[in-house]
């Protein structure tokens, strides 16, 4: 009895040794979590006031939103990105994040107009922003370069000046806007399969 006794004690402690050096979620590393789609387990890992956080959280997003779009669930990897609007922009800038966030919706879209189902293409379509352009710049926005009036950039005004002549003006993020080519997308299916 008394060996049985022992032999449980020990196990009872080699349990508690192993559940202290591991993790709440079970996993040892934010990576190893995300292999076995422990998203959760991924995020209980993380503090995101701690140095390199936000950036874990942005592989967190793009792991989960990835997961969910490619299993046909656009709209909860749209939620996933949402949720994840306040990271930095040193870990993730807006132009990348607004990409992501397009490339999800994009599957969505794609995914539904092979099934013919545009209606729903359209609602997805419709959850696009229509003042950011497929690169995920503000339309409008200074970017960087001189435009001439035919619409080639240069780096420099002088130089945009001296080959094409007056007015050079400061280069803007143009369209169309992520929303604008996604219907356009719909309707070119639409049109090959009448």
């Known amino acids: 009895m008394k060996s049985l006794y022992s032999y449980f004690a020990v196990l009872m402690l080699g349990v508690n040794l192993f559940s202290c050096s591991n993790t709440e979620s079970g996993c040892g590393s934010v990576d190893e979590c995300l292999s076995s789609y422990d998203f959760e387990g991924a995020r ?10 936000d950036e874990k959280f942005k592989d967190i997003t793009i792991a ?8 046909g669930e656009i709209d909860r990897a749209l939620s996933i990105i949402d949720e994840s609007w306040g990271i930095d922009d040193y870990a993730w800038s807006e132009a990348d994040w607004q990409q992501w966030r397009y ?8 995914s539904c107009c092979e099934k013919g189902n545009y209606n729903q293409a359209k609602i997805y379509a419709l959850k696009a922003p229509d003042d950011i352009n497929v690169d995920g710049v503000k339309i409008g926005k200074q970017i960087s ?3 001439d009036k035919k619409g080639n950039i240069y780096s ?8 094409s ?3 050079c003006l400061e280069n803007t993020a143009q369209g169309p806007s992520i929303r ?8 070119q299916f639409e049109e090959l399969v009448k």
């Open 44 to 53: 209980k890992l993380v503090d995101k006031n701690e140095y390199g956080g």
């Open 64 to 71: 989960e939103s990835k997961y969910w779009a490619d299993k």
């Open 103 to 110: 490339n999800v919706i994009d599957k969505g879209v794609t």
């Open 145 to 147: 370069g001189w435009r």
């Open 156 to 163: 420099y005004e002088s130089d945009c000046e001296d080959k």
């Open 165 to 167: 002549g007056k007015p």
């Open 180 to 187: 604008e080519a996604l219907l356009k997308k719909i309707t």
